[in-house]
Structure formats: C-alpha cells, structure tokens
C-alpha cells in the first residue's frame, strides 16, 4: 500500500526537524559554509553582488535611511551608559592610548609641516583673528601712549613730554576719540603685515622639535587624565541631534549619490572580477571564519526557530502546497493505480 500525500508530508516534516537538532544540525552548516566558500572560489565578487545592485542598496537603505528620534534615543543611551559607567570612571587614559600610539599620532601631524603653514594661514587670515589682533593691538598702543609707563618714568624729560603731548591733543579736541582714531587708522594700514609677521612666530614656535617637545610635557597629564573626567565634557544629546540634522541635509544631495556610485564603480573596478573568496581572504576573513562564524551563529539561532515552531510552521505551509498541487495529487493518483 502507498502512503498518502499526508503521511509522506508528516515523514518529511519529521525528517527535516530531526536534521536540525544536535551535531547533524552543526554537520550540515558546516558543510552548506564549506560548500559556499568553495562557490565563492570560483565566481567573482561582480558575478555574485553586481555593481548596480551594491549601489542601489547603499541609496536605498544608507542614504535612504532618516534617523528616528527612537534610533537617535537608543544611541544616545548606548554611549552615555558606556561612558558613565561606574567600573570604568577612574580608569586612566593610558589604558585606551598608550604611549606607542601617542607617539605615533604626534608624529603623523610633525610629519606634516605644510598643512600646519596652511592651517595656521588660514586661521590667521581669517576675519575673526584680524578684528580680535586689532583690537588688542589698539588697546595695547592706547594703554601705552596715554598713561604713565616705564618708558615714561625712567628716560629723563619723557615724562613731562608726554604730559605736554597730552595737554596739546586735548585743546585740540577729545584726547581718546584723536588717540583712537589715529591708533586704529595706523593698524589698518599695518595689519597685513602684522599678520603675516605672527604667521612667522607661530610657524617657528610649532616647529618640530617644538610639538615634540609639548607633546613630551603633554603626556604625563593625559595618560593619568581619567575616562570619567573626558565624558563629563561630552554633550551626547546635543552632538548626536546635530549629527542626524546633518545627515539628513547632506544624505539628500546629489554629491552623496554620486560620490557612492564613484567609490562602487572604483572599487568593483579594480576588484569586480577577482574570485569573491580572494578578496575576502585579502581583508583578512579566511574560509575557516566564515565557516566558523556560519555554525557560532546559526546554531542557536536554528535552535531558537526549532524550539518557537518557527521552522515547523513555515516548513509544513511549504510542503502542504507541494502536496495540494494537483501536479503532485496526478502523480500519487498514478502510482497509487
């Protein structure tokens, strides 16, 4: 006598939970990983995620994405718990940098004189440093030509000078509003050169040795500097409400789109037609971590869907319209006759 479709479904179903249960279920992810690095030795990383397709999910699920409040909410709490955490608020920062990396660091930025000379013109140059240098240097030339001053009291005849000086000015009109006038109209004049000279000084005084030097006298504060003490200057709340209005202007623009269809189509062309597993074993995944990784995660996780009656529902669903095709129904129909 010939099963029927429903006995032979029920024997299936049983067939395929016992195969995922136990050592059988981590022989057969071993073997379905193995069996997939070996595919990935053969095709090529174009073959298996084409460009347009890497491309269409960075747009559809990168730029995309808009951050929600609750995202935004959930990271803030992550970062804040991490940092306020109580086993770590004495924890010095030599733990997390030590001093080979500290060196390391202060050498790339000693290693880089023209970009110090271009950061230091620029900031000099800048609008807000030339008004604040004119208005110390006017206050300064102000203080010194309309008070008594070391010049003043110790050159014999100065003194009574610049109190003459002053009389003379003040008949001719208010001392401080001539004194302002002419100071700020010689700065005006001068101030280009006054910036160009503190370009100079600055530049010498970030010479290599220099930077080396501070950054010798900056270590012993900074490594013995504790973690808790850096997080209480951290505004979490603020920055990551920054973070997302900026991600969600600049996510939108055109640059964004086409600078990730730039750096995919440079990339895939120079590593699209390379074996996949290749290119994975170059950035350091070799078929042993995938393997490995395959069976760490997809034992529980089987597990899990096994124990819930995840995998029994979606299996007997699936087998049940196999078994109700009339496609299938014809077949037992003629073996059983």
């Known amino acids: 006598m010939h099963p029927t479709p429903d006995v032979l479904m029920q024997a299936q179903l049983e067939f395929l939970l016992r195969e995922l249960e136990g050592d059988t279920l981590v022989r057969h992810l071993s073997t379905e990983a193995e069996a997939y690095c070996d595919l990935m030795e053969k095709v090529s990383v174009q073959q298996l995620f084409p460009e347009k397709l890497v491309v269409g999910w960075v747009e559809r699920n990168v730029l995309g994405y808009s951050p929600t409040d609750a995202m935004r909410e959930q990271a803030v709490m992550l970062i804040e718990l991490g940092l306020n955490n109580p086993n770590h608020q004495q924890m010095p920062m030599r733990q997390l940098i030590n001093r080979q990396i500290y060196d390391l660091m202060v050498e790339r930025v000693v290693a880089r004189p023209a970009l110090r000379q271009e950061v230091i013109h620029s900031v000099l140059g800048s609008p807000l440093y030339t008004s604040l240098l004119s208005d110390v240097l006017y206050r300064s030339i102000a203080d010194y030509i309309t008070t ?148 760490a995660i997809g034992e529980p996780l089987f597990k899990a869907w096994v124990d819930s009656g995840y995998i029994e529902k979606r299996a007997r669903e699936h087998l049940q319209r196999f078994f109700d095709d009339p496609a299938t129904r014809a077949l037992f129909d003629a073996s059983a006759g």
């Not at 973690?227 to 964004?256: C, P």
């Not at 990339?267 to 996949?276: L, M, T, V, Y």
Request: proline share 3%.
């Open 148 to 295: 008594e001053n070391p010049l003043a009291r110790n050159v014999p005849g100065v003194s009574s000078l610049m109190k003459v000086g002053k009389g003379v000015i003040g008949r001719m009109g208010s001392l401080e509003s001539t004194v302002e006038q002419a100071i700020k109209s010689y700065i005006s004049r001068n101030i280009r050169s006054t910036v160009a000279f503190s370009e100079t000084l600055l530049d010498k005084a970030l010479s290599d040795k220099n930077l080396r030097g501070f950054a010798d006298t900056l270590w012993p504060k900074l490594e013995a500097y504790e973690l808790g003490q850096a997080a209480r200057h951290l505004e979490i709340q603020g920055m990551s409400y920054m973070a997302v209005v900026f991600w969600n202007q600049i996510r939108k623009t055109d640059f964004m789109k086409q600078q990730v269809s730039y750096i995919v189509q440079a990339w895939f062309k120079q590593s699209g037609e390379r074996p996949a597993m290749e290119v994975l074993e170059e950035l350091g995944i070799s078929r042993e971590q995938v393997v490995r990784e395959v069976v």
